[in-house]
């Protein structure tokens, strides 16, 4: 196999992909601090549900593309959860909820539009979003349990286990993904195919979001080692996006947190293993 034939190729792209997002989501956190993971959330959420309507082959297994985006949406939640804590993270989670009912509602309401002789792309758009409302509502149930879970589970296995970040990470968000394809695939797909190949694509989808989800590991170090730079502005407007490099919130933030964890302290950087 030559170089351009090994590129092209689909499992090429697919770990060039992963990469991609990981680095994105880093990038997005250190540039914009949280406000950068809830943009990415909604994002991610909006892009892995057109992304799921396209099939691939990959290492002999079919599967569907919107795993990465999708997947990588838990790396931001348990960033929010290790450097802000719990009410951080579940507000990213409504972030994403909220994006894909926005995104959902608007284009359907574009493809009622009846468009105009010259028009050329009512076909298309109706190709990738009008399917959407089945694809959609399977993603919200499935997104909203996985996500919940992962939140909780991340903060229960951090308390029970509080130093090792790759224990808590991994343990929270691999049992997430498998609740997330079991319902999505279930709410998306019964009726649509026969019982033995809702099991194929439960066994299939898992097994990439299981990789994706370990792969996330050391890109989650590099986050709450490394924390996000100081915003000066930030703390002057009062956004709360300051001094998250030292670990440190701001009153705003310690707030919010501990309201939210019935009197838990916030979290800062993370304890290495």
């Keep these: 196999m030559d170089i351009m034939t090994l590129v092209r190729s689909n499992e090429f792209l697919w ?25 990415w959330i909604a994002l991610a959420a909006v892009v892995a549900n057109m992304q799921v309507s396209k099939t ?9 593309l919107g795993n990465i985006v999708y997947a990588g949406s838990f790396l931001a939640t348990d960033i929010l959860s290790e450097r802000y804590g719990r009410h951080a993270a579940r507000r990213g989670v409504g972030v994403g909820f909220f994006a ?38 399977a993603s919200l149930v499935a997104y909203l349990i996985s996500q919940r879970h992962d939140v909780w589970a991340y903060h229960f296995w951090r308390e029970r286990f509080p130093g090792p970040l790759w224990l808590r990470n991994n343990l929270s968000t691999i049992v997430s993904q498998l609740i997330d394809s079991v319902v999505f695939t279930l709410v ?12 194929q694509i439960v066994i299939t989808t898992y097994l990439f979001k299981a990789i994706v989800a370990v792969a996330d ?9 490394g924390g996000s730079h100081d915003r000066d502005a930030a703390d002057a407007d009062g956004s709360g996006t300051g001094n998250a490099a030292s670990g440190q919130t701001t009153d705003d933030q310690t707030t919010d947190d501990q309201t939210a964890d019935d009197g838990t302290d916030t979290y800062g950087t993370a304890t290495d293993a």
């Design 217 to 225: 590991t050391p890109f989650l170090y590099l986050a709450v080692r």
């Design 15 to 39: 770990i060039a992909m992963l990469l991609l997002n990981f680095v994105a989501i880093l990038v997005a956190f250190r540039l914009f601090d949280r406000a950068g993971l809830y943009v």
């Design 56 to 64: 691939i082959e990959l290492f002999g297994l079919t599967a569907t």
């Design 100 to 137: 894909i009912v926005s995104v959902t509602v608007l284009m359907q309401l574009a493809l009622v539009f009846q468009p105009a002789p010259s028009d050329t792309m009512q076909g298309s758009l109706a190709a990738v979003f009008g399917v959407l409302p089945r694809i959609a509502g």
């Design 188 to 199: 998306a797909f019964v009726g649509v195919f026969p019982p033995a190949v809702l099991v």
